[in-house]
């Protein structure tokens, strides 16, 4: 199917900032939506932020002003620029991606395919 690949994890101190980045590969027809979410300790997995094929983008309050969601459709991936962290950001952050791709049989079905994670820890 589809593979999600991320990177750009890694311990930051407060106000610095991180580029996420996830790369989607495998028998992709299209994508639709790709987005990110994170799961701190302890809690419910969250939306972040998620952007659309033709480039509308959706935040989480909590990431609205220090985060930016982009994309390169050329090259199927997803960015994450997260400046001004914070230690309430410290979480696994996870790629989504959603869309279509040619089945076995050279059909088309859909997708919806999660990245294994990366882990963003803000600390001072």
């Known amino acids: 199917q589809v593979q999600l690949v991320e990177s750009g994890g890694g311990l930051v101190q407060p106000g610095e900032s991180l580029r996420l980045s996830c790369a989607a590969s495998?028998?992709?027809?299209?994508?639709?939506?790709m987005g990110w979410y994170r799961q701190a300790p302890g809690k419910q997995r969250e939306l972040v932020a998620v952007i659309t094929k033709d480039g509308s983008t959706t935040y989480a309050d909590s990431v609205k002003g220090r985060f930016t969601i982009s994309r390169d459709n050329a090259k199927n991936t997803v960015y994450l620029q997260m400046n001004g962290l914070k230690p309430e950001d410290t979480a696994v952050y996870s790629c989504?991606?959603?869309?279509?791709?040619?089945?076995?049989?050279?059909?088309?079905?859909?997708?919806?395919?999660w990245g294994q994670g990366t882990q963003v820890n803000v600390s001072s």
């Open positions: 989504n991606a959603k869309g279509v791709y040619y089945t076995y049989y050279g059909h088309l079905g859909d997708f919806n395919s």
């Open positions: 495998g028998s992709i027809f299209s994508i639709n939506a």
